[in-house]
């Protein structure tokens, strides 16, 4: 069977969670492929909130196999404890959870690196979650990377440890000002983990494989959005991690002919944590709203996130960077509460009007929004279960998004529940 990617098409925050756990029911087996716990999927089901941070959000389906594949990097501390969360509350995990022995791990002394490098940036500051992720990531590309295979052969784990350590204390000490780590106390702490975390620990990719030889139709879910991406997002204001649906090969060790069609994530306006530009923000009022009808706040920060109207220009470049074959429209329930809706088509720039995204961020800074206003549906559409009773200005203006976009929407979320959730098409018939 052929494999499917789950991505974002903003700036993350789209409500993949819900719907990678929404179409788990379709699927055998949901890999998770990049990023780390500097990203939050909430899933709702039968009145329970969930938050993962590092589980794929398959994992509440009984009987579906959930990887977390080569391209993350994990701190074990969150993984031990979520799961045990997970188990608490009654999934079990043994024989449906494989983490990969190739996947690196977040070490102490890469959150404090992260914290004192944000604290150098001054004003500049990219406003990262301070989980680690970026300097487990540099490791990883400087070789220093500790991975999962290590800390399950312990006195391996203890080997690399000490020379990595002696080099990090250093930098901490003579560069950062910064408190270094006792040896002796790291090794303790992650002995634990290793002791609670081997017998999930496996060769992901063979795992994988072993689904697709067996015709089985996987599912692959990254992290974060489009926007975000190291090589294709809004740099410097991005994450340490390829985002984009590209990513699932080296992420997951796929090679391309296996990905059949790209879902993409889009929420019915657009948000953003953290620095950096956003043409369709909205400050005052609207953004407020928009932050409050929405609960915009981060799963894994509690920020508040930073709002605004549905961007195409940017849309169109996700759509572009991803080979985008269906949309899954979310949070479309927020804007009942608008009377017009705006939705941006184009950019004023100082060479006159554009309508393709900047590729430098310095020039997307500068852009003034072109907007289409929409009128509202006045009705509550989370009290909507199909595609037919949907009003028409909802409608009409969800067939705005597919024309401009150039992608048909295939769902529309209408609420944070699973049964929230309009099916118009099979997404993983496009």
């Not at 179409?23 to 909130?49: P, S």
């Not at 090794?187 to 994988?208: C, H, N, Q």
Request: charged letters at 25%; aromatic letters at 8%; a negative charge.
């Amino acid at each position: 069977m052929p494999g499917y990617v789950v991505v974002g098409m903003q700036w993350g925050d789209e409500g993949k969670g819900k719907i990678v756990d929404y179409l788990t029911e379709q699927v055998d087996m949901v890999v998770r492929h990049q990023g780390g716990n500097n990203a939050g999927h909430t899933v709702v089901a039968g009145g329970h909130t969930t938050i993962l941070h590092l589980l794929p959000s398959g994992i509440l389906h009984p009987g579906r196999v959930c990887v977390i594949g080569n391209g993350t990097v994990l701190d074990p501390a969150v993984l031990v404890n979520e799961i045990e969360g997970v188990a608490e509350a009654g999934h079990q995990l043994e024989g449906r959870l494989f983490i990969s022995d190739c996947a690196h791990i977040i070490m102490p002394y890469h959150k404090r690196c992260e914290g004192a490098q944000e604290r150098f940036r001054g004003n500049a500051k990219i406003g990262t979650t301070g989980r680690g992720i970026g300097p487990a990531y540099a490791d990883k590309a400087d070789r220093l990377g500790i991975r999962f295979g290590d800390l399950i052969d312990f006195e391996c784990f203890k080997t690399k440890l000490e020379k990595v350590l002696a080099y990090k204390n250093a930098l901490l000490q003579d560069v950062l000002n910064e408190e270094p780590f006792n040896f002796q106390d790291v090794v303790d702490e992650y002995a634990r983990y290793a002791e609670r975390l081997r017998p999930f620990v496996a060769d992901g990719v063979s795992i994988v494989h072993d689904a697709l030889r067996s015709n089985r139709r996987i599912m692959f879910e990254g992290a974060q959005g489009a926007m975000l991406d190291i090589d294709h997002g809004t740099f410097p204001y991005v994450t340490s991690s390829t985002t984009v649906a590209g990513g699932v090969c080296a992420g997951a060790g796929v090679g391309p002919s296996v990905v059949k069609g790209v879902v993409a994530i889009v929420k019915a306006y657009t948000t953003r944590v953290g620095a950096g530009p956003f043409p369709t923000e909205e400050i005052g009022e609207v953004g407020e709203r928009l932050r409050n009808e929405g609960q915009e706040f981060g799963a894994t920060t509690g920020r508040p996130r930073r709002c605004g109207w549905l961007d195409l220009v940017q849309l169109r470049r996700a759509v572009l960077l991803n080979g985008a074959t269906t949309i899954v429209l979310t949070k479309a329930d927020v804007l009942s509460a608008f009377d017009v809706i705006r939705i941006c088509t184009g950019y004023e720039s100082e060479e006159g009007r554009i309508e393709m995204f900047p590729s430098q961020t310095s020039e997307l800074e500068r852009v003034t929004p072109v907007y289409e206003e929409w009128p509202g549906w006045g009705v509550d559409l989370a009290e909507c279960t199909s595609w037919d009773e949907l009003p028409p200005n909802a409608k009409a203006y969800f067939q705005r998004i597919e024309e401009l976009a150039g992608v048909p929407v295939s769902i529309v979320s209408v609420g944070p529940g699973r049964e929230q959730t309009i099916l118009r098409s099979d997404p993983f018939s496009h």
